[in-house]
């Protein structure tokens, strides 16, 4: 059996067993494939089978929009790839790809795969600094930008090959020529499984960003695990809101629809408006939408009943999703929303299926291909403690390593287990429960406290829209929680509405849980959306021995 027939072999497996959870666990394993190219021998095969299929759907503010069907998008990556390699591109080549959801962004994936180039997939909030620290240590060979992009490279990618999507720029290449090259590809020899891809850079919430080197496979045929998660048909319409250069743009924008044969959907907003969100679900008709909690938490403000969606399954990932948001869809639409967990270096590796009893607030059960297990500080497996992966056999979604690092490939790949630095519960059922990152749980009067638990409760509260809890340093207990709180509209910082708060949790949690401190503030996040808590943890410092923030109150304020 051919590399395309095993692979195909491998995600109809995982469709026919839908709903089949225990199933798809016994059954499913990665295909072996010493050779194989996910663009040549997979996507352009479905383009050829059924080539009128959408792939493609980008619709912008205005109305106007763009569909491309797999055989387009086929012929119109093939050209790219020819035009990439008459400029200098070659097998291996590391491409800096900075671009915002348009057109080009599928069709140089397509092609820098069918060329066995390196794509660095680059969003376009980085700064020159940003940017310069990616070209010297990423070693990029090529730039791909948009005009807007063009600025930030002033004095910078001299000596690389620099390409500009849109209007002209002196200096720069412009894509429009990729129209006039030959749509005759002709491969460079045969793709190994192990051949490098993808080189992401990691969101650095506390140190430089550590380079992910994902390989030809880990990728592409490791997202089945994400099309499984969320329950992809063919033909279906998938939404994920998701700014390109992050990895979950690659889970959910590129591999796992499109391993599905499904519609990869994009609607382009210059800012995030849950009316217009909502309006466009309705009008397009999407089957499938994943969002991250931020945006679930902005939806459910509305009045989410009044918008009759034809959606059929509902994702959340990229930070846990608190139960309090599930419940609040769940009752408008009838659907839940399925939790899924992964990394940058992974693809989805635990989630709740399609089908399956939904625990609210738990992260779900092992992915298809995975063998995730509990691992305490001495590396014990229990039934909590960190996430890791076990390593023999070594999971195909799992990345290659770290570039440049081979310290940190020994310790994080080299060994029995890849641990991912979360920490998480499992139950009876074997559905896992989301603690924390390991270096963000804390220990008051010597009792363990989860951030993330006090955050679910604390946006039950009407007022309260966002949340991060930190130890706050404390002379007789060591620390006690704090809660940063961003309030929804309509409510105003205080200290009723303090008081208000703190009673709420502490009426609903352990006695040792209680908030003991609040403060009414913006959430430092980082460029992908994430609560940097380490900075809080800093801002914080000793509070005994720095002034009161405007907007701050302690227990004893509240007595």
């Known amino acids: ?55 493609l759907w980008i619709v912008q503010e205005d109305g106007s929009e763009q569909r491309l069907s797999y055989a387009q998008l086929r012929e119109r990556s093939d050209r790219a790839a020819g035009f990439l390699r008459g400029l200098g591109v070659s097998r291996g080549d590391r491409l800096l790809v900075m671009l915002p959801n348009v057109v080009p962004l599928w069709e ?14 680059t969003t376009t909030l980085l700064s ?28 910078l990618a001299r000596d690389c090959i620099r390409i500009v999507v849109g209007p002209a720029a002196e200096g720069w290449t ?39 080197v994902h390989t030809q496979q ?69 089957t499938t939408l994943c969002a991250p909690p931020t945006v679930w938490r902005a939806l459910i403000l509305e009045d989410l009943k009044a918008w009759p969606v034809a959606l059929e399954e509902l994702l959340s990932a990229g930070e846990p999703l608190n139960p309090e948001v599930i419940e609040r869809v769940r009752q408008a639409w009838g659907l839940t929303i399925r939790d899924g967990y992964g990394q940058t270096e992974t693809t989805c590796i635990v989630g709740n299926s399609p089908g399956q009893p939904v625990k609210s607030g738990s992260m ?51 060994g029995s287990h890849y641990r991912t630095a979360d920490v998480a519960g499992r139950d009876d059922d074997g559905y896992f429960w989301y603690v924390g990152r390991a270096d963000d749980v804390f220990k008051s009067s010597d009792y363990r406290i989860s951030p993330f638990e006090l955050e679910s409760v604390l946006i039950e509260h009407e007022a309260v829209a966002e949340a991060a809890v930190v130890p706050s340093p404390d002379a007789r207990r060591l620390a006690v929680p704090k809660a940063f709180v961003i309030l929804r509209p309509g409510f105003a910082p205080g200290r009723e509405l ?16 209680k908030i003991r401190r609040i403060e009414f503030a913006e959430l430092p996040k980082t460029i992908s959306g994430k609560i940097r808590r380490v900075q809080l943890r800093e801002l914080e410092g000793v509070p005994a021995e720095r002034a009161r923030r405007d907007g701050e109150y302690r227990e004893e304020d509240l007595a």
Not at 108 to 121: D, E, N
Not at 129 to 155: P, T, Y
Not at 498 to 513: E, L, M, T
């Open 1 to 55: 059996m051919g590399s395309t027939e095993t692979f195909l072999a491998a995600r109809d497996l995982l469709q026919d067993a839908r709903t089949d959870y225990e199933r798809a666990c016994r059954e499913f394993a990665w295909p072996d494939m010493p050779e194989f190219n996910w663009a040549l021998d997979y996507f352009d095969v479905q383009a050829a089978r059924a080539p009128e299929r959408p792939a």
């Open 498 to 513: 303090a008081r208000s708060i703190v009673d709420f949790v502490a009426a609903r949690v352990a006695p040792y849980q």
């Open 128 to 155: 020159t600094a940003d940017l310069a620290d990616r070209l010297e240590r990423g070693r990029i060979r090529c730039v791909i930008v948009d005009a807007d992009g063009v600025a930030k490279f002033e004095g």
């Open 108 to 121: 140089i994936t397509l092609a820098a795969i069918k060329l066995g180039a390196v794509l660095c997939p």
């Open 364 to 414: 779900g059960r092992p992915m298809p291909g995975y063998r995730v297990v509990l691992l305490d500080p001495d590396g014990r497996e229990s039934e909590t403690g960190e996430v890791a992966l076990a390593l023999q056999p070594r999971p195909l979604g799992l990345m290659a390593g770290y570039a440049g690092d081979e310290a940190r490939n020994r310790e994080v790949v080299g």
């Open 174 to 212: 412009p894509w429009s020529q990729a129209d006039a090259a030959s749509a005759a590809l002709v491969p460079d020899g045969p793709t190994r499984r192990d051949d490098p891809l993808l080189l992401y850079f990691t969101s650095g919430t506390t140190a430089r960003p550590k380079m992910v």
């Open 218 to 286: 880990s990728y592409p045929v490791g997202h089945l695990s994400t099309m499984y998660w969320i329950g992809l048909k063919p033909g279906g319409v998938h939404w994920n809101i998701s700014s390109a250069g992050w990895a979950k743009h690659a889970w959910s924008c590129v591999f796992a629809p499109w391993n599905a044969g499904a519609t990869v959907f994009v609607y382009n907003q210059a800012r995030f408006d849950a009316r217009r969100t909502l309006d466009v679900l309705v009008r397009c008709k999407v």
